[in-house]
Structures are given as C-alpha cells and as structure tokens.
C-alpha cells in the first residue's frame, strides 16, 4: 500500500512524499525511523484502485531496468554505499512517481537494516524478474555487486534488443493475418449468402464443396457472436492455469518444446540464457557450485528448470556438472554438455559458458530470422488458397450450370 504523508524532517525541512507499507501503523513507524515528523498520512488512492483492478504492481520496461542497473552500477564502481545511492539516484526520478516510490521503499527497507536483496524483494511497487533478483543476492554475498549490474543491464538490453526485433519483423505477418481473417469472414457472410440465394431459386444440387463454404459461412454468420466469446474464455482458462496449475504449465511446456521449429528455438535461448548467467556470476567471484545453482532457477520453461536444477543438486552432492546434466539434461544438446565437460577439464567454466551464450544466443538469432523469413511466404499461400477454395466454391455450381445447357 501506498500512503501520502505530509511533515518536517530532520532538519525542520517541510516535506511532501508517499512511502510504502502494509498498513498505517507501518507507515508511521517507518516515518519515525527517518526522523520525520508527519502532521497527515493518508493511503493514496493509487493503492485503493490497485484493489479493485487486483493489480499487485507495476512492469518496468527492458529498456529501463537496463538503465537504472547502469546507474546504480557507476555510483556503486564510485565508492558510494548502496544506501547513498538510492538517495542519489531519487534525484533522477523526482518527475517519475512510481520509480520516485519504488526508491524511497528501497531506502526505507534499507535504512531499516535489510539488505539491497531484502529490500527488493521486500517491496511490492515495481515487478522484477527473479532472476535479476537472485543474481543481486548473489552478488551482495560476493561483494561483486557493481559488476553483476553492469551485466545484469548488458543482459537486459540485449534480450530487448532481440524482442524489439522479433516484434519488428512480425508486424508484417500480422497485419496479412488479421487483414486475410476480416476478408474471409466478410466473404462467408456477405459474399457467400447473395450468391447462394441465386443457387435457392435455381434447386439445383450443389457440389459437396460448395455445400461446406455455405455452411460455414451460415455458422459464421449465426454464432460470431459465440465464436469470439468462447475464445475469450478459452484465453483467459488458458492464462488461469498456466498461473495456477504447475502440471497444466509442465505439459505445455513439455509440448512447447517437442514442436519442430518453436521446440529448438525454446531450448537454444534458455541454454544461452543459463549459459550467460553462469558466466557472469562466476567471473564476479561465485562458486561454480552456486552459480550453476542460481542459473538453474532463472530458466522460463519448466522442464528444463527441473532437469537442471535435478543437474545441480548433483553439483552440490560434489559430483561434475557435465555428467549429472547428461544424466538428467534430456532436452540438453550433448555439444552443450561436452563443452561444459572441456571447460571442468580445464578449469576455464568461466569462459567457456560466456563462449557457449555467444554461441547460443547468435544460433537462436539466426534460426528466429529463419523463421520470419519462412512466416511470410507460408501466411501469403495460406491467405491466397483460403480465398481461391471460397472462390472455386461458388464457381462449380455456375460451371456446372453452364455444362448442362451446353
């Protein structure tokens, strides 16, 4: 919850801010802990809407987080504490009030004692992905917290960068699916009814295809009502149990990563994401033990958390990686496994994993490019025989007419 406060500070300086708690009495106590006096505290009505829209908090963008890591990290390389940090970097965000917020719940937690981790964790203004997360606990425990930043905002913006693209080529692709879906649906249900009124006063048998466009453009005519209904509902089932049903998510996962081309791009991006991590914690000053343990739970699909994590538990037991992995890794490519065996071999884990994400990552690149470059050629040919079968659909019974009275 979020509420307004209204006050003097230490130096008898009026002050006008919102502060971060579960309740008001928390909020009071947290004024008290940084020397303000407060004269009114009321919960901003950012938090009651917050209730009613059932919205926890908000999304910072790629571009953002990159930005506000790259920040922390050039004041933390400076000798700045983490605490005066947070101060300094408020100053920037004074005409943005979420970040303004999120910034003063980070120091409030901080000043409190907790750790950076704890107090983002802690808070609940701004979502964070939990891998950037577990990386900065990671990284206070190891005292490398300003170079995992900088990497933690190399990483984000490149994975922007990559999603920027893929939206990019795929604007294209969309507008001739929703443009051939409004043309079919307009030829089934004005074109389609006209001429088939012609074939009603004519009683003549129709041919078996004609027959199927007729009923599918009378279906479509009498339940588009239904239609779009029933895939609302069936969107928002979807959305429901891939957040409330671990199984139901597994097996979608599972299916996710048995299809083709969609099957071999999930699993290319999530080992050049584990692999990247990996790297990263390990040259801040990580043991491998925990870097492996660490980037096992940043991993999107299911399954393939749960065969490294199984992999990494082995690692904690003390036995390699590489072998517990191809023991368990079942959707791990074995050039990714044996790569990682080198790098044991070598002791060079470090680099090898940060040669395997550029690998990966420029692998995955090119097969996505691969796959919009296919989408494009196949959605046209789709969109062309849809309409070319509607078209020969109304003409055969025309042909035929004419056959008959020749």
């Known amino acids: ?36 006096i407060y004269e009114s505290i009321t919960e901003s009505s950012e938090s009651f809407l917050n209730k009613i829209s059932f919205k926890r908090s908000h999304k910072l963008s790629s571009k953002h987080l990159a930005q506000f890591s790259k920040n922390l990290a050039i004041y933390l390389r400076s ?30 937690s901080m000043n409190e004692g907790n750790s950076f981790y704890a107090a983002l964790d802690s808070q609940h203004i701004i979502s ?101 209904i029933t895939l609302g509902v069936v969107v928002f089932l979807f959305g429901y149990f891939m957040k409330k049903s671990p199984k139901f998510k597994y097996g979608v996962h599972s299916f996710m990563l048995r299809t083709p081309l969609f099957g071999k791009i999930i699993r290319t991006f999530e080992l050049a994401r584990f692999s990247y991590i990996t790297s990263v914690l390990s040259r801040s000053g990580v043991t491998f033990v925990h870097a492996v343990k660490l980037a096992s739970n940043i991993l999107d699909n299911d399954v393939m958390r749960e065969e490294f994590e199984s992999a990494s538990r082995d690692v904690v037991e003390g036995k390699k990686f590489s072998s517990s992995l191809a023991k368990h890794g079942k959707h791990v490519d074995k050039s990714f496994i044996q790569a990682i065996a080198l790098g044991e071999e070598t002791s060079e884990v470090a680099l090898v994993m940060e040669n395997l994400a550029d690998l990966y990552f420029s692998e995955n690149q090119n097969k996505i490019n691969v796959l919009l470059s296919l989408m494009e050629p196949m959605l046209i040919l789709f969109v062309g025989a849809t309409i070319g079968f509607i078209v020969i659909a109304m003409l055969l019974p025309i042909f035929s007419m004419n056959m008959a009275s020749m």
């Open 79 to 108: 000798g700045i504490p983490i605490v005066n940090v947070i101060k300094l970097a408020k100053s920037q965000y004074e005409d943005d009030p979420v970040m303004a917020d999120f910034l003063n719940s980070l120091e409030t």
């Open 1 to 36: 919850m979020i509420f307004k406060y209204v006050g003097y500070d230490s130096h008898g300086k009026r002050v006008k801010a919102r502060i971060e708690a579960n309740d008001e009495n928390e909020a009071k106590r947290k004024l008290k802990s940084k020397g303000i």
């Open 128 to 228: 964070l992905p939990s891998f950037y997360k577990q990386s900065i606990k990671v990284a206070e425990e190891s005292g490398a917290l300003s170079e995992v930043l900088f990497e933690m905002a190399r990483f984000v913006e490149e994975q922007d960068k990559v999603a920027g693209q893929v939206k990019q080529a795929l604007i294209y692709p969309m507008v001739i699916v929703v443009i051939s879906i409004f043309m079919v649906a307009f030829m089934l249900t004005t074109v389609v009814p006209k001429i088939t009124s012609m074939f009603d006063q004519l009683k003549q048998e129709l041919p078996t295809v004609t027959k199927i466009v007729i009923g599918a453009g009378d279906f479509l005519g009498a339940y588009w009502l239904h239609i779009l």
